[in-house]
């Protein structure tokens, strides 16, 4: 009897483990709705403040990461790449470190990132539901959350450099 218990519930625990692991879709952070993302200010490394609805008019990519990410590490050249060619035509792109200043100023300087480092903080980073990194927000001219992308998957610059084309085009 107490192995039958003991393997329901080993299945009914891999049941809840696929459910949240494979193919969920991905919740909005309580207080969040697609047309009212949570406002927040953060520095950058300059020391300069970033209020993001002080950027409305503008399409805005937050990239949630780390430096001990790799795959952060590997996405990276794709925000820098899509930032140098649409920031003239109203892109903007915040990486919101959730790490160390020290950590982020010599990882942005290392790899000559072009686009504002912020300095996050656990609270917009679970503002945003962020549970994984990356996670990538794009936000739309009028300051609405228009998409979100959690980790790096193959040919994710391509999409998202449609995702902003569309926007920037609204």
Excluded at 5 to 28: D, F, H, Q, T, Y
Excluded at 137 to 161: F, R, T, W, Y
């Amino acid at each position: 009897m107490k192995l039958q218990i003991s393997r329901l519930c080993a299945l009914l625990l891999m049941a809840v483990l696929l459910s949240v692991s494979c193919g969920k879709k991905e919740k909005e952070p309580k207080g969040t709705n697609q047309k009212n993302p949570l406002d927040f200010t953060l520095k950058d490394l300059e020391g300069n403040e970033y209020t993001l609805s002080g950027q409305k008019g503008k399409v805005v990519i937050i990239d949630f990461w780390a430096t001990w990410c790799r795959p952060c590490l590997q996405s990276i050249p794709i925000f820098i790449s899509l930032y140098d060619k649409y920031k003239d035509r109203g892109l903007l792109v915040l990486g919101v470190g959730l790490d160390k200043e020290e950590s982020l100023r010599k990882f942005a300087k290392r790899y000559n990132i072009s686009y504002p480092i912020l300095v996050g903080n656990q609270e917009v980073a679970r503002k945003y539901g962020v549970q994984a990194i990356p996670t990538t927000c794009i936000i739309d001219k009028s300051g609405n959350l228009a998409k979100k992308h959690i980790g790096l998957v193959p040919g994710m610059q391509k999409v998202l450099e449609e995702e902003i084309k569309s926007l920037l085009e609204k």
